[in-house]
């Protein structure tokens, strides 16, 4: 009799341990999101596909969708788990400032300060985030704020996007963030058709005149320049704005190399490893909410219709931000002299992929002329896009917040 | 008009859904939103252009002006705007000119004939090869 009823309870405590396991609760929804961070964890290391983000992020992907009973506090949406807390980063939107401060004390704004004119191509290139926009309205499907969050993966920058979406649209964060990162990987695939499309053969052999040198003054007072310009008109950027140019006084300053040291090194690649991961481990495929408005349980996880619509409208957004760019340069070559026009190939840089939208037109103006270097001068639009995307995401917040 | 509306409206509302709603309502193609944000982007760049562009016309001013008076007096060297094909240009010139002293002094160096005549108090032959009988000249 004892006997029989140990084994009643190593049996009901098995299946009790069974309902725990992944295998359990697995579901095909599950199955689709590892794949898809399989793909991730492929595409950086045998493709070398934007690796310190998509590593992460493919991992995060693994983490955020191993199937589990809720109630454990092991979910990145459970609250008081480890994963919650390290998620309030990218919740509260602080990771993507320490990011931005980490990039301006890491670049260098020398192209932008000798060849100033190149600024407006990184201004034009934000119509993107705009045109996104624009569509995704007209979609039905999204309400203004979510509209906004969607539009800004046109802005080509990760941490801008997460800062943003954080603030309009929370509950979808995970898709903007893969999305936005995703295309960034995908630049070298995206955007040289469209570069090839917009421009004449002709277009393509324009000489510029080399950058001149920059003095460290001019270095030093750009930041600071910079940040009164920009902030002044956009208050609502100072978060991402405020630690760029901080970032960049830092190294251009010359008397605080180790905290520049630390900004572009160890702090950098800690805040990138919490947010890669995070964000990843977000795209939770099932996360079942109880409808405040019908009292239905419904899914908000990742794998939604709306995240196909957000894939979508992105890469649509990055078109439109390419096409503009260089089609902004050609439309400036219409009132410039001859030797001063500005070859249309750097006018893809001024969506703020950086470096890898700069070295696309680098290597596409390679293919057409041996000895036409056009890495340094697609320098200035490509950071000039990056505090153009800052100023627009200060805009929508403004407007959408 | 309707652009007006939009950015008189979008200050008054309070609550953040609440407030992309009204912008929404007054402005459902984000046409305004195009409009007015891109104007912005642009003039805030356009603005950071005219300055910069300044800038550097201002700072190059100020450098030349004390410069071209001193370096009359004291024949000192002038901090012009090289570009990188002329800085490119001095750096290869360096190169070749450190180069060539370099080559043509080892040159020197490793070419150096030796001459030795024999004597056999330095041979080794003698010493290694041939067994000499050792013979105790020491008196006892």
């Given at each position: 009799?004892?006997?029989e009823?140990?084994i009643?309870?190593?049996?009901d405590?098995?299946?009790?341990?069974?309902?725990?396991t992944?295998?359990?609760?697995?579901?095909?929804?599950?199955?689709?999101?590892?794949?898809?961070?399989?793909i991730?964890?492929y595409?950086?290391?045998?493709?070398?596909?934007?690796?310190?983000?998509?590593?992460?992020?493919?991992?995060?992907?693994l983490?955020g969708?191993?199937?589990?009973?809720?109630?454990?506090?092991?979910g990145?949406?459970e609250?008081g788990s480890v994963?919650?807390?390290?998620?309030?980063?990218?919740?509260?939107?602080?990771y993507?400032?320490l990011?931005?401060?980490?990039?301006?004390a890491?670049?260098?704004?020398s192209?932008?300060?000798?060849?100033p004119?190149l600024i407006?191509?990184?201004?034009?290139?934000?119509?993107?985030?705009?045109?996104?926009y624009?569509?995704?309205?007209?979609?039905?499907?999204f309400?203004?704020?979510e509209a906004g969050a969607?539009?800004i993966?046109?802005?080509?920058?990760?941490?801008?996007?997460?800062f943003?979406s954080?603030?309009?649209?929370?509950?979808?964060m995970?898709?903007i963030a893969v999305?936005?990162y995703?295309?960034?990987?995908?630049?070298?695939?995206?955007?040289?058709?469209?570069?090839?499309?917009?421009t004449?053969?002709?277009?393509?052999?324009?000489?510029?005149k080399?950058?001149?040198?920059v003095?460290?003054?001019?270095?030093?007072l750009?930041?600071i320049?910079?940040?009164?310009?920009?902030?002044?008109?956009?208050?609502s950027?100072?978060p991402?704005?405020?630690?760029?140019?901080?970032?960049?006084l830092?190294k251009?300053?010359?008397?605080?190399k180790?905290?520049?040291?630390?900004?572009?090194?160890?702090?950098i690649?800690?805040?990138?490893?919490?947010?890669?991961?995070t964000?990843g481990?977000s795209?939770?495929?099932?996360?079942?909410?109880?409808d405040?408005?019908?009292?239905?349980?419904?899914?908000?996880?990742?794998?939604?219709?709306?995240?196909?619509?957000i894939?979508?409208?992105g890469?649509?957004?990055f078109?439109?931000?390419?096409a503009?760019?260089?089609?902004?340069?050609?439309?400036?070559?219409?009132f410039?002299?001859e030797?001063?026009?500005?070859?249309?190939?750097?006018?893809?840089?001024?969506?703020?992929?950086?470096?890898?939208?700069?070295?696309?037109?680098?290597?596409i103006g390679?293919e057409?002329?041996?000895?036409?270097?056009?890495?340094?001068?697609?320098?200035?639009?490509?950071?000039a896009?990056v505090?153009?995307?800052?100023?627009a995401?200060?805009?929508?917040?403004?407007?959408?917040? | 008009?309707n652009l007006?509306?939009?950015?008189a409206s979008?200050?008054q509302?309070?609550?953040?859904?609440?407030?992309?709603?009204?912008?929404?309502?007054?402005?459902?193609?984000g046409v305004?939103?195009?409009?007015?944000?891109?104007?912005?982007?642009?003039?805030?760049?356009a603005?950071?252009?005219?300055?910069?562009?300044n800038?550097?016309?201002?700072y190059?001013?100020?450098?030349?002006?004390?410069?071209?008076?001193?370096?009359?007096?004291?024949?000192?060297?002038?901090?012009?705007?090289?570009?990188?094909?002329?800085?490119a240009a001095?750096s290869?010139?360096?190169?070749?000119?450190?180069?060539?002293?370099?080559?043509?002094?080892?040159?020197?160096?490793?070419i150096?004939?030796?001459?030795?005549?024999?004597?056999?108090w330095?041979?080794?032959?003698?010493?290694?090869?041939?067994?000499?009988?050792?013979?105790n000249?020491?008196k006892?």
């Amino acid at each position: 009799m004892g006997g029989e009823g140990f084994i009643s309870f190593l049996i009901d405590h098995l299946a009790q341990f069974w309902n725990y396991t992944g295998f359990h609760n697995f579901t095909p929804e599950h199955g689709i999101m590892i794949l898809v961070g399989l793909i991730f964890i492929y595409l950086a290391i045998a493709k070398d596909f934007e690796p310190l983000l998509l590593v992460p992020i493919g991992f995060g992907i693994l983490l955020g969708n191993i199937p589990f009973q809720e109630g454990l506090q092991i979910g990145i949406y459970e609250q008081g788990s480890v994963m919650s807390y390290l998620y309030l980063g990218v919740e509260k939107g602080f990771y993507p400032p320490l990011i931005f401060l980490g990039i301006g004390a890491m670049t260098d704004f020398s192209a932008l300060i000798s060849n100033p004119r190149l600024i407006l191509i990184g201004a034009a290139a934000q119509f993107g985030i705009f045109g996104a926009y624009a569509i995704a309205l007209a979609t039905g499907v999204f309400t203004g704020a979510e509209a906004g969050a969607i539009g800004i993966i046109g802005g080509a920058d990760g941490p801008t996007a997460i800062f943003i979406s954080s603030k309009l649209a929370p509950h979808l964060m995970g898709a903007i963030a893969v999305s936005a990162y995703s295309y960034m990987a995908l630049v070298p695939v995206i955007q040289p058709p469209l570069m090839r499309l917009f421009t004449t053969p002709k277009e393509r052999l324009i000489r510029m005149k080399p950058p001149r040198t920059v003095s460290k003054l001019e270095k030093v007072l750009f930041p600071i320049i910079g940040l009164l310009l920009t902030l002044f008109v956009v208050p609502s950027g100072l978060p991402l704005l405020g630690m760029l140019f901080f970032g960049n006084l830092l190294k251009e300053s010359g008397v605080t190399k180790r905290l520049a040291d630390t900004a572009k090194g160890p702090l950098i690649d800690i805040v990138t490893i919490l947010l890669g991961v995070t964000v990843g481990a977000s795209t939770q495929a099932v996360k079942k909410v109880i409808d405040p408005i019908s009292g239905i349980e419904i899914n908000q996880g990742f794998l939604t219709e709306k995240s196909l619509y957000i894939f979508l409208l992105g890469a649509v957004s990055f078109i439109i931000a390419t096409a503009a760019g260089i089609l902004f340069v050609k439309f400036m070559n219409l009132f410039l002299k001859e030797g001063n026009k500005i070859n249309p190939l750097i006018g893809n840089a001024g969506v703020s992929a950086v470096p890898d939208s700069a070295r696309i037109s680098q290597v596409i103006g390679l293919e057409y002329d041996k000895t036409n270097h056009l890495l340094m001068h697609a320098m200035a639009p490509n950071v000039a896009g990056v505090i153009g995307s800052a100023v627009a995401a200060g805009i929508l917040l403004s407007f959408l917040y | 008009m309707n652009l007006l509306l939009i950015i008189a409206s979008v200050g008054q509302v309070k609550n953040s859904s609440a407030a992309a709603d009204e912008f929404v309502r007054l402005d459902p193609y984000g046409v305004g939103m195009a409009i007015i944000s891109m104007s912005v982007v642009i003039g805030v760049l356009a603005f950071a252009y005219f300055v910069f562009h300044n800038l550097s016309k201002i700072y190059s001013l100020s450098l030349k002006k004390p410069s071209s008076k001193t370096d009359e007096k004291k024949g000192q060297t002038t901090q012009e705007n090289t570009t990188g094909e002329e800085m490119a240009a001095i750096s290869m010139a360096l190169h070749l000119y450190k180069s060539a002293i370099h080559d043509h002094e080892s040159a020197v160096l490793t070419i150096n004939k030796m001459g030795k005549s024999y004597s056999p108090w330095s041979s080794k032959i003698y010493g290694i090869m041939n067994s000499v009988p050792v013979v105790n000249h020491i008196k006892r």
